[in-house]
Nanobody, 123 residues
């Protein structure tokens, strides 16, 4: 079992930045690829970013490419999402997830999820 806890969300003005963290307990994150997803009210869960267990490869959703950056520190059992140049359309609940298989953009393939953290971007 892996327990994931996100933090770092909040209210920010358009153009601002936030850094989300996802802390894991229960098992080492070294076993898992990690992903960030988001979900706005009335919308399906959307892929944001993913990173391999080693951190050697990353993937980004088209809407965040060039603005967001995913990273991980396996020694601290923590994954990060640096969000820059935020836009109102980035407003959503952000979730981190762990995948025991090579990372995917498909949220249905992830094994463990955090409870989410709200990000609100004002115009």
């Amino acid at each position: 079992q892996v327990q994931l806890v996100e933090s770092g969300g909040g209210l920010v003005q358009a153009g601002g930045s936030l850094r989300l963290s996802c802390a894991a307990s229960g098992r080492t994150l070294r076993r898992y690829a990690m992903g960030w997803f988001r979900q706005a009210p009335g919308k399906e869960r959307e892929f944001v970013a993913a990173i391999t267990w080693s951190g050697g490869s990353t993937d980004y959703g088209d809407s965040v490419k060039g603005r967001f950056s995913i990273s991980r520190d396996n020694a601290k059992n923590t994954v990060y999402l640096q969000m820059n140049s935020l836009k109102p359309e980035d407003t959503a609940v952000y979730y981190c997830a762990a995948d025991s298989d090579p990372y995917s953009r498909n949220y249905r393939l992830y094994d463990y999820w955090g409870q989410g953290t709200q990000v609100t971007v004002s115009s």
